[in-house]
């Protein structure tokens, strides 16, 4: 087997037994650890997204490939390249898995991204309300929200908060992504709910690219 299908392999089989030692291999021949992530690791995850959805596996197999690549993910994290001190300071951003969904991989990617880029991130977990998230506005005063969801329901959750923000007269920039979310939704459905600026991000690094026009 390839070093490639290895590493997709740890992600399907949701095993860490020689993970570590193919990821340093990896990061030799990867001179961006993000590539291993968007390469292998992502295609081992899109497999598991596959099986799962045939039926070929079941919650607590999935839960083992999301143990698997947080691992790898975690792993990787000290050797992506943070930018210098004098780059901080592109303001803060609340980050949030909308209500109803467990996912978080994804969210905590855009984290590492982030963080690593200038942005300080408070990465409020999963499940979070409206009510939950509109506390922690008036806690943290942040530049920018972040909503992350996976499920077809957590793009209608998000249309949802977007409007009980706006009720609450909050107006600041929120970036949203997720595999079930598409730029027409955002354009058509969330933007309508908000008084602000609603971008939507395919993936972390798009995420971090629309956070730095942001910033500017
Ligand atoms: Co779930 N799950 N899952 N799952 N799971 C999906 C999403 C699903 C597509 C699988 C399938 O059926 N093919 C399906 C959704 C169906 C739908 O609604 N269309 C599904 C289902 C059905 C479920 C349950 C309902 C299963 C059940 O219980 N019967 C259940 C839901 C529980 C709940 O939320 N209430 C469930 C549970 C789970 C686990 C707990 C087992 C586990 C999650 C563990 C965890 O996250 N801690 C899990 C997993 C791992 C998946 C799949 C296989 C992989 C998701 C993942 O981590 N991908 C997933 C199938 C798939 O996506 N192929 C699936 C890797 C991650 C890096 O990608 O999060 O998409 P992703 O993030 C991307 C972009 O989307 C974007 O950037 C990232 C890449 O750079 N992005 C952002 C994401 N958020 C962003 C925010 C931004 C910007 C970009 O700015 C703020």
Redesign the pocket.
């Known amino acids: 087997r390839t070093l490639e299908e290895r590493l997709a392999n740890y992600i399907i089989e949701g095993s860490k037994e020689g993970l570590y030692k193919d990821l340093d291999e990896a990061l030799v021949k990867y001179p961006d650890p993000l590539d291993i992530i968007n390469g292998p690791l992502?295609d081992g995850?899109?497999e598991?997204?596959k099986l799962?959805?045939n039926n070929e596996l079941i919650?607590a197999e999935?839960?083992q490939?999301?143990e698997a690549?947080k691992a790898a993910v975690a792993h990787l994290e000290p050797h992506m390249e943070a930018k210098e001190a004098d780059d901080r300071g592109k303001g803060k951003i609340l980050?949030a898995t909308v209500k109803?969904?467990?996912?978080?991989?994804?969210?905590n990617?855009?984290e590492i991204i982030l963080s690593n880029n200038g942005f300080q991130v408070v990465n409020l977990g999963i499940k979070v309300t409206s009510n939950e998230l509109i506390e922690a506005i008036e806690r943290e005063d942040p530049d920018y929200i972040?909503?992350?969801g996976?499920?077809?329901?957590s793009t209608q959750q998000m249309v949802i908060t977007a409007n009980d923000l706006r009720e609450r007269g909050v107006a600041i920039p929120i970036?949203?992504?997720?595999?079930?979310l598409t730029r027409k939704f955002t354009e058509t459905k969330i933007t309508k709910q908000y008084n602000g600026l609603v971008l939507y991000?395919k993936?972390?690094m798009n995420?971090l690219s629309i956070a730095n026009k942001l910033a500017k």
């Not at 970036?175 to 079930?180: E, F, K, Q, S």
């Open positions: 992502m995850m899109d598991v997204g799962f959805n919650v999935v839960l490939s999301a690549m980050l109803g969904d467990v996912h978080d991989i994804g969210k990617l855009v972040g909503l992350s996976l499920l077809v329901k970036l949203v992504g997720g595999a079930a991000a993936d972390a995420g």
